[in-house]
């Protein structure tokens, strides 16, 4: 009995973390009413994972960084077990910026519930208590709990390492079938980053999304509505990503390659039939004029644009924005290679 009340609490808490507290809340994947928002909340806060807006503000500072050295929880810069779970007990970490979340600190009686943070989580465990004792309440609250807080913690940790890569999102989100089953959905990590506003994160029918497929019967009874779905050429991957996507990803390009070796490379090359004051001059002139650096100074030893997309196809899926990638990656290198022979000019005695 105990068991199936944990097995039943899991699922019951799961839908109202990823269907709340993830799709609503922190995406605003679609709309309902004033009364089952606060439903929803209040059910979600019964997981002890703290408040409905503290959760929402933490998950949208983590999108606008993702994997980035500002990402609260990125395996990438701090580790599977600090992403996984660390990064709840660092307070300077888990601070979250409110003013991300106006949206939801409108209503007092979210505001409410995020200050008395464990107020739910502690009422259902009472109840727990009252109904079936000391079992009922280790077996079927605290264990199905604990298997809560993991299963939401492998969507920071292991769905950020482990898994395929669909789309060019600029990060390290991936697609996993086993955690998709475990979170109710949550596996579709890729798909979740490349549209991230879609109440559906499983795009196509195999891919297995018990939240959306309960929201969507929901939506029935207009519970709730306008669900967000993610337009067909975002799906097929057709559509350009972003300006700030192209950014990430070009800087991870260049960084692929050894700056300091190619300008090694490039001061030796000009060292046999020019002077390296001349070289630093040019470097100069090339770091103030960005624009015109590519047109007057070729750099001997940089990789050149059809290098740099082998390169790319390597390290990334195909998207319509490869060669703007690999232009701005061509770019950054040379950038970096002008500014350190400056540097280095500079430096000599």
């Known amino acids: 009995m105990a068991v199936g009340v944990a097995i039943a609490l899991y699922v019951l808490r799961m839908?109202?973390?990823?269907?709340?507290?993830?799709?609503?809340?922190?995406?605003?994947s679609y709309k309902t009413s004033r009364v089952f928002q606060f439903m929803l909340a209040f059910l979600g806060q019964t997981s002890a994972q703290r408040g409905v807006i503290w959760w929402a503000a933490i998950h949208r500072h983590h999108h606008l960084h993702s994997d980035t050295p500002e990402d609260i929880h990125s395996p990438r810069h701090h580790g599977f077990w600090y992403?996984?779970?660390?990064?709840?007990?660092?307070?300077?970490?888990?601070?979250p910026d409110y003013g991300t979340v106006r949206d939801l600190t409108r209503f007092p009686e979210l505001v409410f519930l995020d200050k008395f943070t464990y107020m739910p989580a502690i009422i259902l465990g009472v109840g727990i208590w009252l109904w079936g004792g000391w079992p009922m309440l280790i077996?079927?609250?605290?264990?199905?709990?604990?298997?809560?807080?993991?299963?939401?913690?492998?969507?920071?940790s292991l769905a950020h390492e482990v898994g395929s890569q669909r789309y060019l999102t600029g990060d390290d989100s991936r697609n996993n079938f086993l955690l998709a089953v475990i979170t109710l959905g949550e596996g579709w990590h890729n798909n979740h980053h490349h549209y991230q506003s879609s109440a559906?994160?499983?795009?196509?029918?195999?891919e297995i999304d018990i939240s959306y497929y309960v929201l969507k019967v929901m939506s029935w009874f207009s519970v709730v509505w306008d669900l967000r779905a993610p337009p067909e050429a975002i799906v097929r991957g057709e559509k350009p990503v972003g300006r700030k996507v192209v950014e990430k990803v070009a800087i991870e390009l260049a960084g692929a390659?050894?700056?300091?070796?190619?300008?090694?490379?490039?001061?030796?090359?000009?060292?046999?039939?020019?002077?390296?004051?001349?070289?630093?001059?040019?470097a100069r002139a090339a770091r103030a004029q960005l624009e015109e650096k590519l047109a007057e100074m070729a750099f001997p030893h940089l990789p050149t644009v059809p290098?740099?997309?082998?390169?790319?196809?390597?390290?990334?899926?195909?998207?319509?924005?490869?060669?703007?990638?690999?232009?701005?990656?061509?770019?950054?290198?040379?950038?970096?290679?002008?500014?350190?022979?400056?540097a280095t000019a500079v430096a000599r005695p």
């Not at 077996?139 to 920071?156: A, D, K, Q, R």
């Not at 060669?323 to 022979?341: F, P, Q, S, T």
């Open 139 to 156: 077996v079927g609250f605290f264990w199905s709990t604990v298997l809560l807080y993991h299963g939401t913690f492998f969507i920071n």
């Open 307 to 342: 290098e740099l997309r082998e390169k790319a196809e390597e390290m990334f899926q195909e998207s319509p924005s490869l060669d703007e990638i690999v232009n701005r990656a061509h770019e950054l290198l040379a950038e970096a290679v002008a500014a350190h022979v400056c």
């Open 83 to 95: 992403s996984h779970c660390g990064w709840i007990f660092n307070k300077k970490k888990s601070r």
């Open 257 to 282: 390659f050894n700056v300091e070796t190619i300008a090694a490379r490039v001061k030796e090359t000009w060292s046999e039939s020019h002077t390296l004051d001349d070289l630093a001059h040019r």
């Open 200 to 206: 559906r994160q499983g795009f196509r029918w195999w």
């Open 15 to 28: 839908w109202a973390i990823t269907a709340g507290y993830h799709r609503y809340f922190s995406h605003r």
